[in-house]
C-alpha cells in the first residue's frame, strides 16, 4: 500500500512540474515560386510526365467537332446559350429514364466565345472549366413560372424545350411544349448541381420537389454531344424573347 501512495505521490509531482509548451517567437522566409526554382526540378519526375504531357495535349488539341460560324454569348438570347442548353437537354434525355422537358444553363457559366472552325476537348474546357454535374430535377408549374420570373429579372437565361416572352419587366407568356405551363402541372429540368442549389440567382430551382443525379459532368456531357453531332451550331428563335 505505501508503494502504491509513494508512485502516486511521484506521478503528481512529476505532472505539477511539467509546464504547457508556449511560442516565444517565430521565423520566417519568402520564396518566390519563379524560374530561379528550374535549378531544383525533379527532373526525373519531368521526364515520367512529358509523354503523358505529350499524350493529353493531342487529346486537348484535336477536332472533334466544327462550327461553321462564331458562337457568341449575349442576353437575352444567343447562339452559344441556345447550343449549350439544347446539347444538355439532348444528353439529360440519352441518360434520364423517363422524359425531360426543359433544360437551365446560366449565362455566367459560359466563360469564353468560339471562333468559326474547329471545334477541341479544349474547346469546351474554356466553355465550362467547372465541374458542375448534370441533375434532372422535378419541378411544379408554379415553380418554373417563378423561375421565367426571374429570369425576365435577370435579362434572359439560357433555356431548352421553354419558350417565354416578356415586356417592360413583365412576363407575358411561358411555354412547354409549346402548351402553357400549368402551375399545378410537374416538369422535369435538366440543369447543374450548382444552379441546382438556387445559385447565381436560380432561387426557384432550389424549391424542386425531386431530383435525379446523373453523376457525370456537364463538361464531359459536351463532348461526347460533339462528337455525336460534330457540327455546332445554334439558332436565335425567339425562345428568350425579353424586350
Known sequence: MKKIVLLL????????CHRPLRIVSTTSEVMMVDSTLDAIQDTTYLQYLTPIKAELEQALNTPIGYAPEIMIVHQPECNMLNWACDALWAMAQQRYPEKVDMAVVNIG?????????DITQRHIFELMPFDNE?????MTGDEI???CNVFVQRGGEGVAGL??????GKLISATIAGKPILPTAYYTVATSDYLSQGNDGMTPLAQYQDMWRSEEKIRDLYI???QQVKTVQAVIDGRMDIQ
Do not use: F, Q
Not at 457559366?109 to 472552325?117: F, T
Not at 419558350?163 to 417592360?168: G, L, P, S, V, W
Open 224 to 226: 461526347e454531344y460533339v
Open 163 to 168: 419558350r417565354m416572352k416578356a415586356r417592360n
Open 109 to 117: 457559366g459560359m466563360r469564353c466565345e468560339w471562333a468559326a472552325g
Open 9 to 16: 505521490l511521484i506521478a503528481v509531482g512529476l505532472i505539477a
Open 134 to 138: 448534370l441533375v434532372v430535377l422535378t
Open 145 to 147: 413560372l417563378n423561375l
